[in-house]
């Protein structure tokens, strides 16, 4: 059967304009896009950051103020290995940051929008960090443990960062003195007390020093508390150090 030439003309006329309304839709789709990058690129600035030890940041931050922080976020352990990621709007975290150990395994998300933890690794038999509570417990009893946002690497970078040694270590040899860092927390989630505990049997010195937690950013005295059959209760996350050379501390590997 011969197709009529009209028809033949119409199908054609029919798929040019679809083509054409196709492409005119993606254009459309395409010009948000487009102009969110350009804007992005027009109102914030690359930076990059050494806020503790070994860590870099690198993130973005708005033209009009360079305080704020606006757009992506990754933090990264001696320059490759990567250890926190995520987003800022207008200086607040935002979305879902993940956080990883100082060996690159994932150990934590959390959802800074709607302030949900999504995902937390499993407690490491040879982590450094140790947990006590003060309560009785029976089999039964469900226990969970107090967990600080920002995972078990990341997230006590702040503890770890804040404490020097209360003497010169000129002459002192570090490697020789033991070290731990205590941190109280309470029911409702609040950092109670911070203590470093210091001691050295050769050097025959032993002290806990306590300091202020108001020293601490808002964000850092926040966690979420250990419970005992749902029920909040006060706990203490104990952070395994070491004296450096220079006197402060770091994680025991």
């Given at each position: 059967m011969t197709i009529p030439a009209f028809f033949l003309k119409l199908t054609a006329d029919r798929l040019y304009c679809l083509k054409l309304m196709t492409l005119k839709t993606i254009f459309l789709l395409l010009i948000p896009l487009f102009y969110l990058t350009d804007c992005l690129a027009q109102d914030t600035i690359e930076q990059k950051n050494r806020p503790y030890n070994h860590v870099i940041e690198r993130f973005f931050v708005l033209k009009s103020d360079k305080k704020t922080k606006q757009g992506p976020y990754k933090a990264f352990l001696r320059r490759n290995t990567l250890i926190a990621m995520g987003n800022y709007s207008k200086g607040v975290k935002t979305g879902i940051w993940t956080f990883y150990e100082s060996d690159g395994r994932l150990v934590e998300r959390f959802n800074f929008t709607t302030n949900t933890l999504l995902n937390e690794a499993p407690l490491d038999s040879v982590s450094n960090i140790e947990y006590l509570f003060d309560a009785t417990m029976k089999k039964s009893d469900r226990l969970t443990r107090p967990i600080k946002v920002g995972g078990s690497y990341y997230g006590f970078l702040p503890y770890i960062n804040l404490f020097k040694l209360p003497f010169e270590v000129t002459d002192v040899n570090t490697k020789l003195f033991n070290a731990y860092i205590e941190l109280l927390i309470s029911p409702g989630g609040r950092l109670a007390d911070y203590k470093v505990h210091l001691w050295s049997k050769q050097y025959d010195y032993q002290q806990a020093i306590a300091l202020d937690v108001k020293l601490f950013?808002?964000?850092?005295?926040?966690?979420?508390?250990?419970?005992?059959?749902?029920?909040?209760?006060?706990?203490?996350?104990?952070?395994k150090c070491y004296v450096t050379p220079y006197g402060d501390l770091d994680f025991l590997d």
């Open positions: 950013a808002e964000e850092d005295r926040q966690f979420i508390p250990a419970t005992l059959n749902n029920e909040p209760i006060l706990s203490r996350i104990i952070i």
